[in-house]
C-alpha cells in the first residue's frame, strides 16, 4: 500500500474526531472524569479503549509553537474517547504512525484497560520509536487490545509527543530567541507532561499512580533512559524498560544550532518570527531536505552535558530499570533501505563522524570491523553501528546504574527473522510485546508463542514488582527464570533465545567489544 492507501487504513481502523457530549447519551461505565473533563471510552470483548484524550491544556500551535507544554485545566464537560489524534508532524517514510494525517495538535493519549473493577493495578505507559522524528500512537502495533487481554491485571498507556522540526529544535541562539529556552528539548518536556498528567488521573481508570512504569523502543527507549534526568520527573514514575535505545542518543547545543542554521538558510528565514510563518508541511519538507537528525540535546539545562556520568553519579539509582539491545541491531535498517541506500548512508556518517575520530580509535574500529564475519558488502559496518549505536550503551547505561547502587536488569535478544538481512534486528521484538504475531513484515514469521508470551511475563512482572524473574508457577512453561541484576563482575545479563531464555556472563556472550567499541560511547552517536 502507499501512504495514502495506509492513511486511509488507519482512518477506518482509528481515526475520527471526538466531540463533546452533550446531551447525555452515553454508557455511564465506560466514562472516567479526569481532572480536564469526563472521557468515554468504547470497549471491545472485555478490553476498555479510551483514545484521545488531551494531556495539555493548550495545544502547541499558533503562538504556542516551540514553547513548553500547557498544563491542564479543569473542566466538567463530557467528551468523546473514541478515536485516536492526528499524529505529531514526522517523517512518513521512517514510520507507519507518521503515514496518518499531521497536525501540531497532537498531545494526546490512549488507555487500554480490562473491563474489571479492581484497582491499584500496575500502569505501563509506552513511549514510541521512531528516531525522535518519526511515528505515533496510531501505529497498529501499539494498540494493547491484545497485551491488555493477556494481562488485564495492568493498564496500558499510550503517549504522543511533538518530533522534528517541532519537538527538538534550537532557536535560543536567534535573535529573538530568548523567549524559546525549551524548544531544543520540547518531546521530552512532552512525555513528562504526559506522566504528569497520568499520575493525576490514573486512579480514577483504576490504576495505581505510584506504580508507573515507562517502557519505549529505539528513541522511545532513549526517551524512556533520558527523562530520569529531567528534574522533578521521578515523582511520575518508578521503573523503566528500554528497548533498544540509551542516553547517548543525544546532540551538544553546537550541533543543535548548526541543524537549525541549516533549516534556517533553506527556508530563507532570520528570525523565530519568520519560522512561525512558516506551515508545518514546508517546516517538514525543508527539514528532509536538509537531513536534520532531531535528537534531544545536553543542554545543561533539562538534559545535563554528560548523561553517562549523571547515571554515574546516581541520576536514576532510586529507579528500577531494565534495558537491553538486539543481536543484529542495524541489520533492521539494512533490510529496510537495501543494501546501497545503506552503503550511502553508511558513506555520509563516516564522513561526518567516525573519519573524525582520533587515529589510535579509529584503527581499533577499523579492526573490530575486518574481523566480523558475514557479507562484507554490509556486514562490517552494520556491526560497527550496532555497537556504537545501540549495543555499547545499553551495556554502559547498566555499567554506571550498578556503579551508582542501583538496580539494572539486562536483556540480549536473539531470536532470528528467517530472512538472510533482517537476522535480529532493530525493533523485531516489538511484535512479541505487543502480542500482535500476525504483524510479520519484520520478523518474517510469527516466534514461537511460549516464547513470546514469557518476554511479556517478565515485563509484566518487572512492572508489578521491579524484578522480572518468574517463578515456575508464573512462567508459562512452568519452569523458573530468574533474571539476575547486571554486577560489576560477572556482568550477567538475560538472553532471550526463543528455544532457551537463559542467564549468562557478559563474557560467555560476547556482547559488547570491551578495547574496541566500548570506548565510542563517549561520542554518543557515532
Request: include cysteine; aromatic fraction near 12%; proline fraction near 5%.
Amino acid at each position: 500500500m502507499d501512504n495514502n492507501e495506509i492513511r486511509e487504513a488507519l482512518k477506518a481502523m482509528y481515526g475520527g474526531e471526538n466531540k463533546q457530549i452533550t446531551d447525555g447519551s452515553y454508557d455511564p461505565s465506560l466514562a472516567v472524569k479526569c481532572i480536564n473533563g469526563t472521557f468515554v471510552g468504547r470497549k471491545k470483548e472485555n478490553i476498555i479503549t479510551y483514545r484521545g484524550i488531551p494531556y495539555v491544556g493548550q495545544q502547541p500551535v499558533g503562538s504556542l509553537r516551540w514553547k513548553a507544554p500547557v498544563d491542564t485545566t479543569p473542566d466538567d464537560g463530557v467528551y468523546e474517547a473514541y478515536y485516536n489524534a492526528k499524529s505529531a508532524y514526522g517523517n512518513a517514510n521512517l514510520e507507519v504512525g507518521s503515514m496518518y494525517y499531521f497536525d501540531e495538535n497532537c498531545l494526546y493519549l490512549n488507555i487500554f484497560k480490562s473491563d474489571d473493577t479492581s484497582d491499584k493495578k500496575p500502569v505501563m505507559v509506552w513511549i514510541h520509536g521512531g528516531a525522535f522524528e518519526a511515528g505515533g500512537t496510531i501505529d497498529p502495533m501499539f494498540d494493547c487490545h491484545n497485551f491488555v487481554q493477556e494481562n488485564p491485571d495492568v493498564i496500558v498507556v499510550t503517549v504522543a509527543y511533538r518530533l522534528g522540526v517541532m519537538g527538538f529544535l534550537h532557536l535560543s541562539h536567534l535573535e529573538d530567541g530568548k523567549d524559546y529556552p525549551d524548544s531544543q528539548n520540547l518531546g521530552l518536556l512532552d512525555q513528562v507532561k504526559a506522566l504528569k498528567w497520568v499520575h493525576e488521573n490514573i486512579a480514577g481508570f483504576g490504576g495505581d499512580p505510584d506504580n508507573v512504569t515507562i517502557f519505549g523502543e529505539s528513541a522511545g527507549a532513549a526517551s524512556c533512559s533520558m527523562l530520569p534526568l529531567i528534574k522533578g520527573s521521578h515523582q511520575y514514575f518508578k521503573r523503566l524498560i528500554a528497548e533498544s535505545g540509551s542516553i547517548n542518543q543525544t546532540r551538544t547545543p553546537e550541533e543543535g544550532i548548526k541543524c537549525t542554521n541549516k533549516l534556517m538558510e533553506t527556508l530563507g528565514c532570520k528570525t523565530v518570527a519568520d519560522l512561525l510563518k512558516v506551515d508545518g508541511d514546508k517546516l517538514l519538507e525543508a527539514s528532509a531536505v536538509v537531513f536534520l537528525h532531531q535528537f534531544p540535546e545536553r543542554d545543561g539545562i533539562h538534559l545535563p552535558t554528560n548523561t553517562f556520568e549523571a547515571y554515574a553519579n546516581g541520576a536514576a539509582k532510586d529507579l528500577d530499570i531494565l534495558v537491553g539491545c538486539n543481536k543484529d541491531e542495524m541489520d533492521f535498517f539494512v533490510f529496510c533501505w537495501g543494501v546501497e541506500g545503506w552503503n550511502q548512508w553508511v558513506a555520509e556518517r563516516k564522513k561526518e563522524k567516525f573519519d573524525q575520530l582520533p587515529a589510535d580509535e579509529k584503527a581499533l574500529a577499523e579492526s573490530y570491523m575486518k574481523e566480523v564475519e558475514g557479507d562484507s558488502s554490509y556486514e562490517p559496518d552494520s556491526k560497527l553501528f550496532s555497537q556504537s549505536w545501540f549495543i555499547a550503551p545499553t551495556i554502559r547505561i547498566s555499567e554506571e546504574q550498578t556503579k551508582a547502587g542501583g538496580k539494572a536488569f539486562t536483556y540480549y535478544f536473539t531470536a532470528e527473522s528467517p530472512d538472510p538481512i533482517m537476522k535480529s534486528g532493530h525493533a523485531i521484538e516489538l511484535a512479541v510485546v505487543f502480542n500482535h504475531p500476525e504483524m510479520t513484515e519484520d520478523t518474517g514469521r510469527a516466534f514461537d508463542e511460549t516464547f513470546s508470551k514469557t518476554i511479556r511475563k517478565m515485563w509484566v512482572q518487572f512492572a508489578k514488582t521491579g524484578n522480572p524473574s518468574l517463578t515456575a508457577d508464573q512462567s508459562p512453561d512452568g519452569k523458573a527464570k530468574e533474571w539476575p541484576l547486571y554486577d560489576l563482575k560477572d556482568k550477567q545479563v538475560m538472553v532471550l533465545d526463543e528455544q532457551n531464555i537463559h542467564p549468562a556472563k557478559e563474557a560467555d556472550v560476547k556482547i559488547v567489544d570491551w578495547e574496541r567499541t566500548y570506548p565510542l560511547t563517549k561520542y554518543y552517536v557515532l
